[in-house]
């Protein structure tokens, strides 16, 4: 029967839909204010970029003199009340490092995309007036516009024929850091080709924007297949609120078995229609996944995962309940079972219980307390994997290059 109500509703809308399948025709986001949930999505890019820019700019070992900076889906710059769109906010959060990208002789390529014409125009005249009042600032460490460490190209392409044009070169030079950001509208654009083309990048982490609860209503529907392999039964066994989930188990479906890489969800719920949408982020380094987990949980200290509930927790909807184990964030008290279960089984190394973290979508912090509690109970030991050194009481090295290597192990 939903079928037979989806199937008529796609016909009947079909002109639109069509367009938001293929992105060019989604809600026009400049034509008003951004609302809380894009508010939200652009808060997790200024975020992360705040933690990726200095691992990239002022690491005081870094083997690349140019990092790449894409903006495939770019906008205007700003909202129709001057509040900053993801163009204006790479460039505030890079003009934090002129001095030193100068120092250092680094160069930085940004690269914003926007197909539209009307909306490529505006985004000339921002991301222009923006630089002319950078190098008026006082701030700015060049005498002239030609030592500008930073080399702009604006583009008015379609995503996928940019992308296909840029892909060689970016696959020839795979170690050069980048990050992409991909804030399409809809679904279509970071398909099966897409998407192995993305994680192929050895250096490249990327943010991209999908429309989960449009992907849950018309999953299997023929026109949607081609663009997002997820069954109808996928959503139909997962919780409401968890279709973001589903489309991040769908992306790491796509994976290869040999292939280890770090993808991790971010859901936002539409606060006008309740629609949910989601980010999917995307590194090859547990270092990179860390850094959004960081960001993510920075956002939601609940579950690290979300703009709303997402596990429909008692505790967080206020609703005290007389049995203590109601009173507890579900997913926090199933990582923490978890931890001590995977401990029981095998002693661990450092290394492990640090990936392991972050795989279940949680941070070093919250491992650190789990671990500090089975200390104080007697019920964890810490020995260095070389030589017999006591390890200090508190001290587990969940670092992703730590000092020391040990073993925990549960007695
Ligand atoms: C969600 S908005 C991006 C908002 C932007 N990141 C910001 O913060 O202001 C998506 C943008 O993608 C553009 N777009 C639509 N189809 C496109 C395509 N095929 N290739 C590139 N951009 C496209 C739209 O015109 C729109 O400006």
Sequence with gaps: MIDVINRVFFTYFYKDLKHTFSGVMGKDIHKSVFDEGTLTKLSILREYLKSWFPVFLKDQKHYWERIQIYDFFAGEGFDIA???????????????????????????????????????????????????ECRLSGNCPCNDSKECPFNFNTENKDFKVLFNELYPEMKRTSKMPRFMFLDQNGIKFINRDIFSKLISLERTDFLFLISSSFAKRFAEMPEFMEYLKVSRQEFESSKPYDCHRVILKYYKSLLPPDKNYNLAPFSIRKPNNGNIYGLIFGSNSPFGLEKFLTTAWKLDQNTGEANFNIDNDQIIQGNISLFPEDNVIKKVELFKNSIIESLKETPRTNKEVYLFTLESGFIPPHTLEILKALQRTNHIIVEPVFGSEKIKRGSFFLQYKPKKEVLLRYE
Excluded: A, H, M, W
Excluded at 88 to 111: A, G, M, Q
């Design 82 to 132: 001057g509040t900053q769109g993801s163009p204006i906010i790479f460039l505030e959060e890079l003009r934090k490092y002129c001095t030193t990208i100068k120092e250092r002789n680094l160069k930085v390529d940004l690269v914003f995309n926007e197909f539209k014409t009307n909306k490529y125009d505006k985004l000339n005249l921002s991301v222009q007036k923006f630089l002319s």
